[in-house]
């Protein structure tokens, strides 16, 4: 029976029963990879909406591939990316130089009010008699309260990991306060009658108070100067709990070194809250001023409304102009900083590959000084000088008595190179044909008068050191049988 044949076809639907149409459709499916795209491609969109509406799972997934390819884009084309963006942008920086304008407005306001007022020459009185700034008097006096510290312990260690200062606050020495919030956390543990669980929450003040939350690895703490909010708490809490989901392996790790917690700035800074006083309202009188003085300029403004259009037109234009110079400019700014990237990475090369040859040569240099070192050390050690029978006279022409001294400078000179001090021992030796005194005087006068010829040759005195092979303390070697004289090289 063939295959193919109806036989064999209705052999197979009984050996593999009603899987047997499921298997010829998992078959075609795999062999025609297009129709699987297709059949996919059908409910892709509704699996990503549903998988989204489960978790952010899917996000975190996608997150890195969007932002890489957002970079890549930016880099390939970035005039496209402004193109794109120059409707947003303009818009943006309009309204930032509006708000700038009108902060600019208010703070003038604050500033002629502050100055020639009642209230502002009592201020003024005030921060003279104690010493403190203008600024930090008027603060005080229209706060309700202000977040001026913010400090994250490290719980095990009690190790200060980051702090936050509001401006114009004063912080003297956050470690010290680390520490201190710790040793009283400790303090009433040991000192009252406590649940071990329980934690210091609130510290008081005069006008400060310390709001502390303890998480499992840290303690956030918050630094109020004025009236406690009630939301100040939540805040903390959900701070402390923030840091502890996105830097719990790092807590846990924490080895000392709180360098990696500086990205929790903005985090923390986040907490940096503060509220003023509500401003009073003035006397009637004040606002009708105003009133009168809004209509003068409204009836001025009327006279001029139609010739300030054109201005407006021409500033318009000179604006959007500014715009793209700016976006001209930082595109400009962006391409250059590549180029001394790229620059910097090429010179930063050419300088490791300078002192990899530096050191090369100098590792070089050292293995052939110790070379020739060993080599003169060698050669000086085994030099002999022909002394006559009996006689101790050093012939200072003699071509043996001029290769030791080239040899003893060659050697000083290498030895210098090393940094190592240079000592050569001559020892006088003599034969057993006289007797011992005759012995010894000849020895003791063959091992200064060859210590003397070598001075008087050029050798410095400092390296040549004198003696008689029968001087005690002398090696075994030196003490030869033999009609002349011997070296040993010492190296310091």
Not at 74 to 90: F, S, T
Not at 276 to 300: E, V
Not at 428 to 440: A, K
């Amino acid at each position: 029976m063939t295959a193919g044949t109806p036989d064999l076809d209705q052999l197979r639907r009984l050996l593999f029963g009603k899987d047997y149409d499921d298997l010829l459709a998992l078959k075609e499916q795999f062999e025609n990879s297009h129709q699987y795209s297709t059949s996919v491609a059908s409910i892709i969109s509704e699996a990503l909406t549903l998988r989204s509406r489960q978790d952010d799972s899917l996000s975190v997934a996608l997150g890195p591939m969007v932002e890489q390819t957002l970079n890549r884009s930016i880099q390939n084309e970035p005039k496209r990316i402004a193109d794109v963006l120059y409707p947003v942008m303009g818009p943006a920086i309009r309204k930032s130089i509006q708000q700038a304008l009108n902060e600019a407005l208010e703070n003038i306001n604050q500033l002629l009010e502050q100055s020639f007022s009642l209230r502002a020459w009592r201020w003024r009185f005030d921060a003279w008699r104690t010493g403190q700034s203008y600024a930090r008097i008027a603060l005080l006096r229209t706060l309700v309260y202000q977040v001026e510290q913010v400090f994250l312990i490290h719980r095990d260690t009690g190790l200060l990991l980051h702090h936050i200062v509001a401006e114009k606050a004063i912080s003297k020495d956050p470690e010290i306060v680390s520490g201190m919030l710790t040793a009283i956390q400790d303090f009433i543990k040991d000192s009252f009658a406590v649940d071990g669980n329980d934690t210091l929450d609130t510290l008081k003040l005069g006008e400060l108070t310390v709001l502390v939350e303890y998480g499992p690895h840290a303690i956030t703490a918050l630094v109020v100067r004025g009236n406690v909010p009630g939301e100040l708490h939540g805040l903390l809490v959900e701070t402390s709990e923030t840091i502890h989901q996105q830097y719990a392996r790092k807590l846990k790790q924490f080895n000392g070194d709180a360098a990696s917690f500086a990205e929790l700035d903005p985090l923390l800074r986040n907490c940096l809250k503060s509220q003023q006083q509500a401003h009073k309202q003035r006397s009637p009188w004040l606002a009708y001023a105003l009133l009168a003085g809004i209509s003068g300029a409204l009836a001025w403004g009327t006279y001029q409304y139609y010739q300030h259009q054109t201005q407006l037109a021409v500033q318009k234009a000179a604006s959007e102009q500014a715009q793209q110079a700016a976006i001209q400019t930082l595109q400009t700014q962006l391409e250059q900083q590549k180029a001394d990237t790229a620059a910097a990475q090429v010179s930063l090369q050419n300088l490791l590959s300078q002192q990899q040859q530096q050191a090369e040569e100098q590792a070089r240099l050292a293995v052939a000084n110790a070379q020739t070192i060993t080599h003169l050390s060698h050669a000086i050690e085994v030099a002999q000088y022909p002394f006559e029978l009996a006689q101790a006279d050093v012939d200072f022409n003699h071509p043996l008595l001029a290769q030791l001294v080239k040899n003893i400078l060659a050697l000083q000179q290498a030895a210098s190179r090393n940094n190592q001090t240079l000592q050569v021992m001559i020892i006088g030796n003599t034969d057993d044909s006289g007797t011992e005194n005759i012995n010894q005087r000849l020895a003791h006068e063959r091992a200064h008068n060859m210590h003397d010829a070598l001075i008087r040759s050029g050798v410095p005195a400092a390296l040549l050191a004198a003696y008689d092979a029968n001087q005690p303390g002398l090696p075994a070697t030196a003490k030869k049988n033999e009609r002349g004289v011997s070296y040993m090289v010492r190296l310091y």
